[in-house]
């Protein structure tokens, strides 16, 4: 059975405004072939360069289907197939994977040749690979649509759940030439953007494009910057640019708010109050010094909100979010709180950057007054963007643009030509919330989970946040059974696939509990962590991988409430809850006190851990009876009887509930009977061992577990934090 849902009043706010189109957010069980674009048939292998323009011409030809392409941006081969596999699984195969070398995409040829693969052989001096990965995939989008194509560019940690092309082709979205997710600051989060039917001299284009340009300026402007007052840097990160250059189309002027923000709240206070004046927006007085998510949100508010009052001039079909109040929505009344509400003109007109300054932001436009631009640098807005004239790598770039396709739009500093840009408009949204969700208001309420919500309520996810850092996003995929194994064997057949994984033990030895003790109904979290580390301190000793056991997420201590409606009401900071088979309280829950890289990753005296999702499929992997040993109480007493005079390792305060089949246990001699053992992959304990030392067995244990220990009890990979 499905789990209920909570109802909100009837005067519930609206999600969609267009009564005549209806939306429906069931999946969509024919993938790609209402939208029209199935295409894992219509696509030709292709890796290479495409910094070239023939390089990039001939990827777009072999990988674009009806001017379509989508772009995965990774560093990694699995996070990478991955993502791919969300795509694959929906028909859709007009897609590339850009990463950062020739080696991988080589590679990739041959395990995956059905998966393009291109890399960029541009230089952006000054940025490690991460942030030239960015710039390469921003530079691929921007002239990608400057070349007549439309490009969805996300990142790896991505849900597919429906046919994006189902809502992106169809109005309202089809309306917008570019869509942006909303980050939780209110600005834009670049991991996943759509631009379509864009102009290659339009402002969509110029927002993509001027972000690489400004970045190539930067570095050869060090001298300009250093001098500035207070000193500016040549590096900024992509998103924050992104937000730079979108403001500086809605402005008119180019506009650097993010990337040269000052660091003190007071000065940034001022800041913003200056760029208001050129926004067209007030900041409220009354604000809080330093309140930067509410200044950050009030701006990109006001700055929609500005724009949107002159659509009226061009239609009431612009911004509207179609359809009609649908029963599913009631439910997700508090999943979107903390999101704006969708509003009947969602959307922002855009010009070029170079508008007129005798009409801003457009002709039609006369409501959003003029900001100074061509050669006028305020000191107030920070002064001098950049020297002039262009030179090496920004020179070369805008020759590359220009052997793309030789329209252009014009310089910021050319008044001649600015009566030629003044007239092209296009429109920007944010991309809706049925459309998007991120973890910490989608999938860690409950709401990616198909056992507790048969039709997904939204087209995509990104993850951005999750428990246990960023190394655990595929986590979610593992516990929404939306991770393909088969691809991650193939991407890591050298190092394994297991977070504790090495290259010379790709497939470790595991120490778990049985079945039994880890659906021990725990009293509180103590109890919990002793079982954890006696667990921990027993397979460093015996040189076994640890399979880490879940918890019912039911219990009282780990979810304050029942998980019996929607959405769960559970700490998506703190655990990652799967299953669900029948309902919220059949949920098992991952604790985020386990899953950081340094606690799983395997190193030197440490053998690492797996995560109870990993651990199902390590088993799957050793189905053999043969292959399995149960220690129980009977056999572990025997295998390391408690040596007289022994004193418990002190691992926690004391218990205050009691758990069942506690054994006091000699550490050494039951390490020893383990360690012996180099017939069986797993080792089941059933029961829970309450760990002593000896002088004897302290000289008999390995000179690293004491102090590994430690340093893993001060990383806090094994404390816990009740709820209540």
């Known amino acids: 059975m499905g789990i209920e849902t909570q109802e909100t009043p009837a005067e519930t706010w609206s999600i969609f405004t267009d009564g005549d189109v209806e939306i429906s957010t069931k999946q969509d069980p024919s993938g790609c072939r209402a939208s029209g674009y199935c295409s894992m048939r219509h696509v030709s292998p292709f890796l290479g360069d495409v910094y070239p323009t023939a390089g990039i011409k001939a990827c777009l030809e072999s990988r674009g289907y009806r001017k379509e392409i989508i772009v995965i941006s990774e560093t990694r081969i699995n996070p990478a197939y991955q993502a791919y596999d969300e795509f694959r699984r929906l028909g859709l195969g007009h897609v590339v994977w850009m990463t950062n070398s020739q080696d991988k995409c080589e590679r990739s040829s041959w395990l995956l040749p059905d998966l393009g693969c291109i890399w960029s052989s541009q230089v952006f001096d000054g940025a490690d690979v991460q942030g030239k990965m960015h710039m390469d995939r921003v530079a691929f989008t921007g002239r990608a649509l400057r070349l007549g194509f439309n490009v969805l560019q996300v990142e790896a940690d991505i849900i597919v759940f429906q046919d994006p092309y189902r809502f992106l082709k169809s109005p309202p979205l089809s309306d917008h030439n570019l869509l942006i997710m909303r980050d939780g600051n209110g600005f834009l989060n670049s991991g996943v953007i759509y631009c379509q039917n864009a102009r290659p001299d339009g402002p969509t284009a110029y927002v993509l494009n001027e972000i690489v340009d400004r970045t190539l300026r930067w570095q050869e402007s060090k001298a300009l910057l250093e001098s500035k007052d207070p000193p500016r840097s040549a590096i900024c990160a992509e998103q924050s640019q992104f937000t730079d250059t979108l403001l500086s189309v809605v402005a008119g002027r180019p506009l650097f708010s993010q990337c040269w923000g000052p660091e003190s709240y007071e000065l940034r206070d001022k800041w913003w109050a200056d760029h208001a004046k050129v926004l067209n927006i007030t900041i409220d007085g009354n604000m809080p010094i330093g309140d930067s998510q ?223 003790i880890e659906d021990t109904p ?203």
């Open 294 to 516: 509410r200044l950050l949100e009030s701006v990109m508010e006001q700055v929609l909100g500005t724009a949107r009052r002159s659509l009226s001039a061009h239609g009431s079909a612009h911004g509207r979010l179609p359809g009609r109040q649908l029963s599913l929505w009631r439910a997700w009344a508090r999943l979107t709180q903390t999101f704006p509400r969708p509003r009947r003109r969602a959307c922002a007109h855009l010009t070029q950057a170079c508008a007129l300054p005798s009409q801003g932001v457009g002709a039609s436009d006369a409501d959003v007054p003029a900001a100074p631009s061509q050669g006028v640098w305020p000191e107030e807005l920070g002064g001098r963007g950049y020297v002039n004239p262009r030179d090496g790598a920004a020179a070369e770039y805008i020759a590359h643009m220009l052997e793309d396709t030789n329209v252009l739009w014009p310089d910021v500093e050319d008044a001649d030509k600015d009566a030629d840009s003044a007239t092209i408009t296009e429109t920007f949204a944010f991309l809706p919330a049925f459309f998007i969700h991120t973890w910490s208001v989608g999938g860690g309420m409950g709401w990616w989970n198909k056992e507790l919500v048969p039709h997904f309520p939204q087209v995509m996810a990104h993850f951005v946040q999750v428990p246990g850092g960023a190394s655990n996003k595929p986590v979610v995929k593992m516990s929404l059974a939306r991770y393909d194994w088969n691809l991650a064997h193939l991407a890591k057949a050298q190092e394994g696939v297991f977070f504790s994984s090495t290259r010379t033990s790709p497939t470790p030895d595991v120490l778990a509990y049985s079945p039994e």
């Open 522 to 724: 725990w009293p509180n979290a103590a109890a919990y962590q002793d079982a954890i580390q006696a667990l921990v301190l027993l397979g460093m000793a015996s040189n076994r991988t640890v399979a880490f056991p879940s918890l019912p997420c039911n219990l009282t201590w780990v979810a304050a409430h029942p998980l019996d409606s929607m959405p769960l009401n559970l700490d998506h900071v703190r655990y990652i809850s799967y299953g669900g088979t029948g309902g919220g309280n059949n949920l098992r829950c991952m604790s985020s006190a386990y899953m950081m890289h340094d606690c799983l990753q395997a190193r030197e005296a440490w053998p690492g851990g797996l995560l109870p999702v990993e651990f199902a499929h390590f088993l799957t992997l050793c189905p053999d009876e043969d292959m399995h040993v149960t220690y129980d109480r009977t056999a572990m007493s025997q295998a390391a009887p408690r040596a007289r005079g022994g004193t418990p390792l002190d691992l926690r305060s004391k218990r205050t509930g009691a758990v069942a089949d506690v054994l006091d246990i000699d550490l050494a001699a039951l390490a020893r009977s383990i360690r012996q053992d180099t017939t069986h992959r797993v080792v089941w304990l059933d029961a829970i061992p309450r760990l002593h030392f000896t002088r004897t067995s302290r000289a008999e244990l390995p000179a690293h577990v004491n102090p590994l220990f430690a340093d893993l009890k001060a990383k806090r990979c094994y404390t816990f934090y009740p709820t209540a």
